[in-house]
């Protein structure tokens, strides 16, 4: 965990009203893709940061654990879901007893953990058959590729939103028993502007800079969004890239 990571614990309660979800498209692929519903599987959501995603595990009638290794985000997260067990935890150790969880899943944290040692942590406590899911909203449009472009040369430390993630080869490396599939789902959402400079906001190297240090460099972005959407109206398009690993079944005879 590095203190980009923690950095969230500042702006937890500005992370959980501007970041955005994520698809029902989204579910309904890993339900497909792990062979069950979600409704009564146990689930360990790693990351889970202040409970976007637990939320909707939730609402698709999982049963959930939320894993949060900073205390501001887990604190927001108990706000938000006081009837979520949280723990506080990263993924590379993972308090649970072997075989504890149908799935374990990262929305958007994945890429914080060392995976040589939160694979080989995600398959012990997966019972057999269980899986290993991990997805990130990646922007996905011309002007939020020309937005990351200007951040990167403005903005210290930036490494953009839904960074790219080589999870095939990461997680064949860490586990090569495992089976992996991949799928990449599009959505948009429409939010004001001041919605998404908020959600602009949120990024890690934003929170880093603290308030002082960010509000001239999300005031030159409120000029150039401007002249995109002079309504005030920002359509924001994503791709989820969606990684399913499945654990072996147990051997049989």
Same mark, same amino acid.
């Not at 000029?223 to 690993?245: K, M």
């Given at each position: 965990?590095?203190?980009?990571?923690?950095?969230?614990?500042?702006?937890?309660?500005?992370?959980?009203?501007?970041?955005?979800?994520?698809?029902?498209?989204?579910?309904?692929?890993?339900?497909?893709?792990?062979?069950?519903?979600?409704?009564?599987?146990?689930?360990?959501?790693?990351?889970?940061?202040?409970?976007?995603?637990?939320?909707?595990?939730?609402?698709?009638?999982?049963?959930?654990?939320?894993? #949060?290794?900073?205390?501001?985000?887990?604190?927001?997260?108990?706000?938000?879901?006081?009837?979520?067990?949280?723990?506080?935890?990263?993924? #590379?150790?993972?308090?649970?007893?072997?075989?504890? %969880?149908?799935?374990?899943?990262?929305?958007?944290?994945?890429?914080?953990?060392?995976?040589?040692?939160?694979?080989?942590?995600?398959?012990?406590?997966?019972?057999?058959?269980?899986?290993?899911?991990?997805?990130?909203?990646?922007?996905?449009?011309?002007?939020?590729?020309?937005?990351?472009?200007?951040?990167?040369? *403005?903005?210290?430390?930036?490494?953009?939103?839904?960074?790219?993630?080589?999870?095939?080869?990461?997680?064949?490396?860490?586990?090569?028993?495992?089976?992996?599939?991949?799928?990449?789902?599009?959505?948009t959402r429409e939010l004001t502007l001041d919605a998404h400079l908020a959600h602009l906001g949120s990024r890690s190297y934003f929170a880093a800079?603290?308030?002082?240090?960010?509000?001239?460099?999300? %005031?030159?972005? *409120?000029?150039?969004?401007?002249?995109?959407?002079?309504?005030?109206?920002?359509?924001?398009?994503?791709?989820?890239?969606?990684?399913?690993?499945?654990?072996?079944?147990?051997?049989?005879?």
């Open positions: 965990m590095t203190d980009f990571a923690l950095s969230f614990d500042a702006i937890a309660a500005q992370y959980a009203s501007a970041r955005p979800g994520y698809p029902a498209e989204l579910f309904t692929t890993v339900e497909e893709l792990t062979g069950a519903p979600l409704t009564g599987r146990r689930v360990l959501d790693v990351g889970a940061g202040t409970g976007i995603a637990t939320r909707q595990l939730l609402d698709r009638g999982a049963r959930v654990i939320a894993v #949060e290794p900073g205390p501001g985000m887990g604190a927001q997260l108990h706000t938000t879901l006081p009837q979520v067990p949280l723990v506080r935890a990263t993924g #590379e150790a993972l308090p649970f007893a072997d075989g504890r %969880a149908d799935l374990v899943t990262y929305a958007q944290s994945w890429h914080w953990t060392d995976p040589q040692r939160s694979v080989p942590e995600a398959l012990r406590v997966l019972r057999p058959g269980g899986a290993l899911a991990l997805w990130w909203n990646v922007p996905d449009s011309p002007w939020s590729a020309a937005q990351e472009k200007r951040l990167a040369t *403005r903005v210290p430390g930036h490494h953009g939103f839904g960074v790219a993630v080589d999870t095939e080869h990461l997680i064949k490396d860490a586990a090569p028993a495992t089976t992996r599939i991949h799928r990449r789902l599009t959505w800079l603290g308030p002082d240090g960010a509000a001239p460099l999300l %005031a030159e972005e *409120r000029e150039h969004l401007l002249r995109i959407f002079p309504d005030g109206q920002v359509q924001e398009h994503y791709t989820v890239e969606l990684t399913v690993a499945l654990k072996p079944p147990a051997a049989t005879g």
